[in-house]
């Protein structure tokens, strides 16, 4: 009865592994669609991160060179800023009348 039962699971047991056969070879094609889905969206976010370390490696140069300029032409716009008050102040004294000017 043993012999019986094994020759009847026998077929089933194929049918099993030849349905799990098919799965697998279904899966193997699921598992590189994925693998090749993957492989993509990495080199997509490999060149999104090398774009984004550029962009802050230029921000980073643009923000030394504009303090740079700021620091060198502080002083520059300072002294235009004090020439142009010491420009006005020479034509308001220039305009105050002399007899103003005598009387104190």
Do not use: C
């Not at 026998?10 to 799990?20: D, K, T, V």
């Not at 991160?49 to 060198?72: P, S, Y």
């Not at 020479?90 to 104190?104: F, M, Q, T, V």
Request: cysteine-free; hydrophobic content about 40%; proline content about 2%.
């Amino acid at each position: 009865m043993s012999d019986q039962a094994k020759d009847e699971r026998a077929p089933e047991e194929i049918e099993a592994s030849q349905a799990s056969g098919e799965r697998a070879e279904g899966g193997v094609d699921g598992d590189y669609e994925a693998l090749v889905r993957l492989l993509k969206e990495n080199e997509e976010l490999k060149d999104r991160a090398l774009r984004i370390a550029a962009e802050m490696e230029n921000l980073r140069r643009r923000t030394a060179r504009d303090v740079h300029d700021a620091r060198t032409y502080a002083v520059a716009n300072f002294a235009r800023d004090m020439l142009s008050v010491s420009d006005n102040l020479r034509r308001a004294l220039d305009a105050i009348p002399a007899e103003a000017k005598a009387s104190g």
